[in-house]
């Protein structure tokens, strides 16, 4: 299994101020993922960032409002810029590793709760 | 990209019943099929998955079937107790899930006593 950390655990923040959400894990891993989580919705991927190379990030989301940085293999994070009422979510990192079945599983950090005023 | 749908969105069974959700993907390349379980506050768990080479799974009171023809894929719980009570989600993966996770809307179980 794998330890994921993330900071902050939650943030009240003004509207169009930035926030940035670190993701820490023990392991070196080859792609990190960011998923948002509106409350009582599912989880939606926002974007992969794999080090050494620009983030990819899904339909609906752009670099410029969710800037993503991958300095290494066991580090990432993730900037909410300009943030309005609508970013109001819980922010999760998530990595593929081998789970104790010995096959691959996905893990999430404990993720980042975000309210917006 | 991938779609998958899930149902019912909310269910209630009696303690000791049986629990079904339903899931369909929309991309035949998907070959990964986990389940999650999200109790209230807290992070998403793995608590079973299923591969595209296999029809079904079970790890105890849970088991998953996979149809790949119809591209639909299910989760059983039996013998329902209080603490299954959460949101499940369903999901859908490429290359054994070294890709991207796409997941469903979510299930909110609730196991009466």
């Known amino acids: 299994s794998a330890v994921i950390s993330q900071k902050p655990s939650r943030d009240i923040c003004q509207r169009g101020t930035s926030l940035t959400i670190q993701c820490q894990v023990d392991?070196?891993?080859?792609?990190m993922f960011w998923y948002r989580q509106q409350p009582g919705q599912s989880l939606t991927l926002i974007a992969t960032?794999?080090?050494?190379?620009?983030?990819?990030?899904e339909s609906g989301f752009v670099i410029d409002k969710f800037p993503i940085s991958r300095p290494n293999l066991t580090f990432s994070t993730l900037t909410v810029s300009n943030m309005s009422p609508e970013d109001s979510s819980i922010y999760l990192c998530?990595?593929?590793?081998?789970?104790?079945?010995?096959?691959?599983?996905?893990?999430f950090g404990p993720g980042t709760r975000l309210t917006v005023l | 990209g991938e779609n998958v749908e899930q149902h019912p969105s909310t269910l209630s069974v009696q303690e000791g019943d049986s629990a079904v959700i339903k899931c369909t993907y929309s991309?035949?390349?998907?070959?990964?099929f986990p389940w999650y379980k999200q109790e209230l506050g807290k992070r998403p768990q793995l608590i079973i998955d299923?591969?595209?080479?296999?029809g079904e799974k079970k790890d105890q009171r849970i088991a998953v079937t996979l149809n790949k023809t119809a591209k639909h894929f299910s989760l059983h719980i039996t013998e329902t107790q209080p603490e299954d009570s959460a949101v499940y989600f369903c999901?859908?993966?490429?290359?054994?899930?070294?890709?991207?996770?796409?997941f469903g809307t979510g299930t909110k179980l609730q196991v009466i006593p």
């Open positions: 998530s990595v593929n590793l081998q789970g104790t079945s010995g096959s691959n599983e996905q893990f």
């Open positions: 392991s070196q891993v080859t792609m």
């Open positions: 960032a794999n080090q050494g190379s620009e983030a990819t990030y």
């Open positions: 991309d035949s390349a998907s070959n990964y």
């Open positions: 299923i591969r595209s080479n296999v």
């Open positions: 999901a859908a993966s490429k290359r054994g899930g070294y890709q991207k996770v796409t």
